[in-house]
């Protein structure tokens, strides 16, 4: 019999079909084709096929040519040094701005395999960003979330298991079965890291709710539980078949309703202030449709923050047969490499932000990622991704959003900001960073650590598209300004100066810049931050490596000026004051050493029992299949229409597919 989670693929595919919609479906535990053979791709051959694990793809796109004509190389930046003299400026911002969302299938193989069985690298990463801004947040839920459901102990001591479902029903969803020691393992990371965390409480039944995962987050996390997500896109439930076709926004309003009063009854939690909705997808639903239903002022004392999850496209035509033509990856890649396009892919958001901040509710991004799907070969995991993550990250901070969580899926997707190896080559083999990574810590290191910072985008160069930027302002005043080239042209040609000065103040007679650089767009891992980098595939294991270079820029104090060049692709920190360089450039990081060879583990300063190295897991859980691909707003509007032909297609080639999966 075909694993359940199969089944599920199939029927998720069928009901996508039989709706009428691709945009949103939710698969697991599929593989990718991986067959791209874009013929302009430098690395590949013209009909080169790539059939292995899609985070490992080689494909790299070539840049896009430069606009003709070229955006200016010189021009001026006037900002004020005071805040009190800008309009427009964000809501007070932390450096943790960007997060993490791991689905819940997977934190097994991404955090550690039980709590005395941790990643180091994961550790190591944390430890980065911690080390910045104090803490990171980080969501464990997804598509799965809805279906856990907590036991005692599982067979040969596993911490998760996905459970088959006897009837082989397709329209059933696989049963996330785990133990409370996934709670161990999170609250472990947090005895090393200053982790916080948001879980999911399971939707699918509200006669029957399962609070458990409440009980035992609130018991064995205490203050390193920041939330609980009631509903996971519950805009799709409908469509999904999770729900009657009828159920709309008042009946989400209702069932948020019954989770509210339950935990307000249930001894075993004593809070029940820090939930957070509606976590739609902007599907079905505009949130507006929402907060229509009154769900703000009625929940206001249950509700932490409101949510949403979004991704700006999707790539999956390219994974699944029946869902129209394939987007030529090279041909979408110019679309992530301009300022609008962050920009555009919120705009719908900044009614919602304003009406949570007249509520006094923080909103945030729950899911999100470059393409739902499993983001796009040579896109979502090139450099050109890391610029946009960045520009996407930071308009998101200007629109009033305060946390956005960028999802972590398998090794069956092409956008996670870090992959843990294959289980088969883990005695040898380390982690591989993804460019994203770079974007986080950027971001963090552009907010800092205090709580404060308010950020404004610049409309640089008459709004240029290709050369924006923005002003970071922490404790009321100028701290730093961020500058980005989202072209290449390794002449030099089209690198930019960009002469700061200040409309209320002199500009100091030095400042420090940090780069954020490759050699092109299409790079996969010749990515550095202030000249130190994460490793290529592989290479990794959550320390940085190389010497920090932090350039300094003297300035014309007399022309009130300072001349900052920005390499095309680049992109530049300018540390306005030395609070603000020294805020974001930690003198020490935690780190937690392991040798993949010898499988010592030099652990300094921590709990020796808590560590293991990040190598050695059994070969049992060798699939990292199962993850959520989350799901787009891009193809609301035009949504593809498989015909039943071509579904017959996709029910054979997802049978195919379980073969080579269920080993
Ligand atoms: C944790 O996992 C490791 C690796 O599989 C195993 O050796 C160890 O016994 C496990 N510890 C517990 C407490 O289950
Ligand atoms: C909800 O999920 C649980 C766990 O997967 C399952 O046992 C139960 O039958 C589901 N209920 C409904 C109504 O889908
Ligand atoms: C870490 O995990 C071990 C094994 O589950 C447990 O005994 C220990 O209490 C945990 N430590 C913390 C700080 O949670
Ligand atoms: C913002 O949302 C509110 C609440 O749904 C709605 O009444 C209002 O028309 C919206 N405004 C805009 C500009 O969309
Ligand atoms: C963000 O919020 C501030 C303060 O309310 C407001 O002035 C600003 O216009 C908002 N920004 C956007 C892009 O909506
Ligand atoms: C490891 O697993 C991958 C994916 O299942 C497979 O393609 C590869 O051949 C395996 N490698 C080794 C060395 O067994
Ligand atoms: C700025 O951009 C606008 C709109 O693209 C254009 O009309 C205007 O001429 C530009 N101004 C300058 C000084 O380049
Ligand atoms: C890495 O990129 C830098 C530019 O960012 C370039 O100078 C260097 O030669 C590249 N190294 C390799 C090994 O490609
Ligand atoms: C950048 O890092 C490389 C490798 O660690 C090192 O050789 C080089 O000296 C560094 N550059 C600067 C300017 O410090
Ligand atoms: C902001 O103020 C805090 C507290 O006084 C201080 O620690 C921090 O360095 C300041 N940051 C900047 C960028 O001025």
């Given at each position: 019999m075909p694993p359940v989670s199969i089944l599920f693929a199939a029927w998720a595919l069928a009901a996508a079909a039989l709706n009428g919609v691709h945009a949103w479906v939710t698969v697991y535990s599929q593989q990718p084709l991986?067959?791209?053979?874009?013929?302009?791709?430098?690395?590949?051959?013209?009909g080169t096929i790539y059939t292995g694990l899609a985070v490992y793809d080689p494909l790299v796109l070539n840049p896009p040519p430069?606009?003709?004509?070229?955006?200016?190389?010189q021009f001026g930046i006037t900002v004020q040094n005071?805040?009190?003299?800008?309009?427009?400026m964000s809501i007070p911002l932390n450096g943790n701005f960007y997060g993490f969302s791991i689905e819940m299938s997977v934190v097994t193989q991404v955090l550690g395999l039980n709590a005395s069985f941790l990643q180091v690298p994961f550790l190591n990463l944390m430890s980065q960003l911690a080390s910045r801004v104090g803490s990171v947040h980080i969501r464990i839920g997804g598509n799965t979330q809805d279906y856990a459901t907590i036991v005692p102990s599982l067979a040969d001591g596993k911490a998760i298991e996905k459970q088959q479902i006897?009837?082989?029903?397709?329209?059933d969803t696989p049963t996330l079965l785990m133990t409370p020691e996934i709670l161990y393992i999170l609250s472990n990371v947090s005895s090393l890291v200053d982790v916080k965390w948001y879980l999911g409480i399971p939707l699918n039944d509200t006669t029957n709710l399962r609070l458990q995962i409440a009980e035992y987050g609130e018991s064995i996390l205490g203050n390193n539980l920041l939330g609980l997500q009631v509903g996971?896109?519950?805009?799709?439930y409908a469509r999904h078949g999770?729900?009657?076709?009828?159920?709309g926004p008042y009946d989400y309003f209702g069932e948020f309703g019954q989770v509210a009063l339950a935990l307000e009854n249930?001894?075993?939690?004593?809070?029940?202030?820090n939930l957070i909705g509606?976590?739609?997808?902007?599907?079905?639903?505009?949130p507006e449709d929402v907060w229509d239903t009154g769900f703000i002022s009625a929940y206001t004392n249950n509700l932490l923050a409101l949510s949403v999850e979004h991704y700006p496209?999707?790539?999956c035509a390219a994974l699944y047969q029946g869902f129209g033509t394939p987007k030529d990856p090279q041909a979408e890649f110019a679309n992530f490499l301009v300022h609008s396009s962050g920009r555009n892919a919120i705009a719908y958001l900044l009614n919602s932000t304003a009406i949570a901040q007249q509520a006094g509710k923080p909103f945030i991004m729950f899911e999100t990622n470059t393409?739902?799907?499993g983001g796009f070969p040579g896109i979502s995991d090139s450099f050109g991704a890391a610029l946009w993550a960045l520009d996407y990250g930071l308009q998101m901070a200007y629109s009033n959003i305060s946390h956005a969580l960028l999802h972590v899926g398998g090794?069956?997707?092409?956008?996670?900001p870090f992959t843990p190896p294959p289980t088969n080559q883990s005695t040898y083999h380390q982690w591989t960073i993804g460019p994203i990574f770079y974007s986080v810590m950027a971001v963090a290191e552009a907010l800092?650590?205090?709580?404060t910072a308010q950020i404004i985008d610049l409309f640089a160069s008459n709004n240029s598209d290709q050369t924006p930027g923005y002003a970071i302002y922490e404790n009321g005043s100028l701290a730093r300004v961020a500058l980005f080239n989202y072209m290449t042209d390794p002449s030099g040609a089209n690198d930019y100066v960009a002469t700061i000065s200040m409309a209320d103040a002199a500009v100091p007679a030095q400042v420090q810049v940090k780069y954020l650089l490759?050699?092109?767009?299409?790079?996969?891992?010749n990515i550095t931050w202030a000249n130190q980098t994460f490793g290529g595939q592989f290479g990794a294991d959550g320390r940085l490596q190389g010497t920090e270079y932090i350039q300094t820029v003297n300035c014309d104090t007399s022309s009130n000026g300072c001349q900052i060049r920005v390499p095309a692709p680049g992109f530049a920190l300018v540390f306005l004051t030395n609070n603000a360089l020294k805020e974001s450039t930690p003198t020490s990081t935690a780190t937690f050493s392991t040798t993949?060879?010898?499988?010592?583990?030099?652990t300094a300063s921590v709990d020796v029992s808590a560590l293991a190295t990040?190598?050695?897991?059994?070969?049992?859980?060798?699939?990292?299949?199962?993850?959520s691909h989350g799901s787009s707003?891009?193809?609301?509007?035009a949504g593809v229409y498989p015909s039943m032909a071509g579904l017959a297609v996709v029910l054979v080639a997802v049978t195919t597919v379980m073969k080579v999966i269920s080993r």
């Open positions: 991986g067959a791209y053979s874009t013929s302009s791709a430098t690395s590949t051959a013209p430069i606009p003709s004509p070229p955006p200016a190389t005071n805040a009190a003299n800008v309009v427009g006897p009837s082989g029903n397709p329209t996971n896109e519950p805009d799709l999770h729900r009657p076709s009828t159920y249930d001894h075993g939690v004593s809070v029940s202030n509606p976590s739609v997808a902007t599907g079905d639903w505009r496209d999707d790539n393409a739902s799907c090794q069956n997707v092409y956008y996670n800092g650590p205090t709580n490759a050699p092109s767009v299409g790079e996969h891992y993949a060879y010898t499988k010592t583990i030099n990040s190598n050695g897991r059994s070969g049992k859980d060798a699939q990292l299949g199962s993850t707003g891009a193809g609301r509007a």
